[in-house]
């Protein structure tokens, strides 16, 4: 398997603009989840989701952070508009629920708002 | 409410054995877990110990959990100059019927110097 995969891995992008972040979680796991990490707050959950549904959104930050998760294989974490503020390391993790072997953590997207 | 905390640092020399310590507040943790992150990676799941254990020895590592007192710990033996990383230690609480969800630790800069 070749584990979580996330992209892109670097994104630099400008304030204002829209910034979309993929993931694909591990085939079979049934609950993804989206953290962030920053030197400052270390790392926050944002948002996760079982089954493709998802069910706590409260670490989003503000309105202007959506994520979707449209079929098993594939989720989405979209800034609009971005700014300098949301620079940090995005981490999708996912999970088999039940399992005791925790999040498999995909190796990040860092993410620059100049 | 969940929290889970750690030390920031810890400074060993090579050979030496790394005990990094834990404080975790839910007592319906059913598993707890060790990760690591090297620079610019994602996060490594180490081990991870179920509730009902009160050690666990994987190689150089060993985790102990006091459930009494809601502490764990990671010992890694015989430190090496591979094992500088930052360790986070997580408890994963159930939730009933979704995701099982993991709270993280701010983690522990390990420093290994020669």
């Known amino acids: 398997d070749a584990g979580v995969i996330q992209s892109p891995r670097h994104e630099v992008t400008e304030m204002g603009q829209e910034v979309t972040l993929r993931c694909k979680p591990i085939?079979?796991?049934?609950?993804l989840f989206w953290y962030r990490q920053t030197m400052m707050r270390g790392l926050e959950l944002l948002i996760y989701?079982?089954?493709?549904?998802?069910?706590?959104d409260s670490g989003m930050p503000e309105d202007r952070f959506s994520a979707k998760m449209p079929n098993a294989s594939f989720s989405t974490l979209k800034i609009q508009p971005s700014e300098p503020r949301d620079s940090a390391v995005y981490f999708c993790?996912?999970?088999?629920?039940?399992?005791?072997?925790?999040?498999?953590f995909g190796s990040g997207t860092r993410l620059t708002v100049v | 409410g969940e929290d889970v905390e750690q030390s920031l640092f810890l400074s060993v020399r090579e050979g030496d054995s790394s005990v990094i310590n834990c404080t975790y507040t839910?007592?319906?943790?059913?598993?707890l877990y060790w990760y690591k992150q090297e620079p610019g990676a994602g996060l490594q799941l180490l081990t991870y110990?179920?509730?009902?254990?009160d050690m666990k020895q994987d190689q150089r590592l060993t985790v102990l959990l006091n459930k009494k007192d809601k502490h764990l710990s990671l010992r890694i033996a015989d430190t090496q100059t591979g094992d500088s990383a930052i360790y986070f230690c997580?408890?994963?609480?159930?939730?009933?019927?979704?995701?099982?969800?993991?709270?993280f630790g701010t983690g522990t800069r390990l420093q290994v110097t020669l």
């Open positions: 110990i179920f509730s009902n254990m």
């Open positions: 839910d007592s319906s943790s059913t598993y």
């Open positions: 085939s079979g796991h049934n609950s």
């Open positions: 989701f079982n089954n493709n549904v998802p069910i706590d």
């Open positions: 993790a996912s999970s088999l629920r039940g399992a005791g072997g925790g999040y498999t």
């Open positions: 997580a408890e994963m609480a159930p939730l009933t019927g979704t995701a099982s969800k993991l709270t």
